[in-house]
């Protein structure tokens, strides 16, 4: 199908990550579920193909591409091996953007072409257990001691934990910080092997299996201050914009693996034969419930690619981009549940991978922040008028 945002550049891109997720990820998909394990190997590959990274400016080993260019690249993968984005995302959107937005020369020159070459993947340590977005009460702190900062606290859930060689780790560099704005919090890149930090458990999820998601202590970690992204204690107004375009590119994930999912629903409804008739012949309400997932999947791809080429104008996407991800994930576990519902027994059997729709729709709806926590977020903007209300 040719859809309105394709143009040769875009359609030379998405054949390159078809042709990878197709031939390379689809064989790693059944492994990467049982065994759990991350898909290290096939985020070096991917780097290879220029698909990590890929927004970013050439000096800084990207393809200097847009936002719905790369947008394409991970739904085409997200059909495949939908957590390999995790890896893809968490490090050249969650981070990546955050050390080019905040980061000096010396740092961006220092991380992110070693990321584009596959040979760094990132991760984001914000959430405490006094909760994700309860700001004034985070105990991790950073302590100027000369050229360094001393780190000292714990994070838990955070993804991309077990791969990861670099955590931008959010910590309170001020006494008193806002529980809204969250000024007083800074952000600090600590690298894995620096002493002091030290890797606690990593958690078995319903979902998003193959992506890892745990814990870390920091205990009188010593960072150069030049680690610091942005200025001191600059708090949400470095991560909104982040935010925004994370939680936009996981409603195209979530996209690609709904695409997936009702692919393989429409397959076997009209494989499947029962006294002479295929089921999808066989009643009209199974017909409109395949429509029903079609509509879904559609209004969805019109929201996340009229946001990225929004984003691509110029024009600031903090409303629309994180609406990307509850449309996202509601999209992705509507499908998800319909194609358990419709495959009958075969739906539920694990090696089929039926189920992973309904299962990695849950987590979405968790990680990075619980939708409801970014609703009030959003709501608060508009109250601000930092967002129009419509």
């Known amino acids: 199908m040719m859809h309105w945002y394709l143009n040769e550049q875009r359609e030379q891109i998405l054949n390159v990550a078809r042709e990878f997720a197709q031939e390379e990820c689809r064989r790693a998909k059944a492994e990467v579920e049982k065994t759990n394990k991350p898909p290290v190997a096939l985020f070096k590959r991917a780097a290879e193909l220029g698909l990590v990274g890929m927004t970013w400016p050439e000096e800084y080993g990207g393809l200097g591409l847009d936002l719905v260019t790369y947008c394409l690249a991970k739904e085409e993968i997200a059909k495949e091996l939908p957590v390999l984005n995790i890896l893809i995302g968490g490090t050249t959107t969650l981070c990546g953007k955050h050390i080019l937005q905040g980061g000096s020369e010396e740092i961006k020159k220092k991380y992110l072409p070693l990321a584009a070459k596959g040979d760094l993947i990132m991760a984001a340590g914000n959430c405490e257990a006094v909760g994700a977005t309860n700001f004034s009460e985070f105990q991790t702190t950073a302590v100027p001691d000369g050229d360094f900062y001393v780190l000292n606290g714990s994070k838990i859930f955070t993804t991309n934990l077990d791969t990861c060689g670099a955590i931008i780790v959010t910590a309170r560099t001020s006494p008193e910080v806002n529980p809204i704005t969250g000024r007083g919090l800074s952000y600090i890149i600590v690298d894995k092997g620096m002493p002091g930090l030290e890797i606690g458990k990593i958690e078995e999820k319903l979902g998003w299996h193959g992506s890892s998601t745990g814990s870390f202590f920091l205990k009188n970690v010593r960072v150069p201050r030049t680690n610091r992204l942005g200025p001191e204690g600059i708090g949400n107004a470095a991560m909104v914009p982040v935010l925004a375009e994370e939680n936009m590119t996981i409603g195209c994930e979530c996209l690609g693996h709904a695409e997936s999912l009702y692919l393989k629903t ?31 999947i559609d209004s969805l791809r019109a929201l996340v690619y009229g946001t990225a080429t929004q984003a691509d104008q110029g024009r600031p996407i903090i409303d629309l981009g994180n609406f990307c ?50 609703y009030d977020m959003v709501l608060g903007f508009m109250q601000m008028g930092m967002v129009p209300v419509l």
């Open 325 to 374: 991800k509850f449309k996202g994930v509601e999209v992705l576990e509507y499908v998800g549940r319909e194609a358990v519902q419709l495959h009958g027994g075969l739906g539920v059997v694990n090696d089929n991978m039926i189920d992973t729709g309904y299962r990695d729709a849950r987590v979405g709806a968790i990680a990075g922040m619980a939708v409801e926590q970014i």
């Open 266 to 296: 429409w397959d076997y409804l009209n494989s499947r034969v029962m006294r002479g008739v295929s089921l999808f012949n066989t009643s009209q309400v199974i017909r409109h419930r395949l429509l029903k997932m079609r509509v879904e």
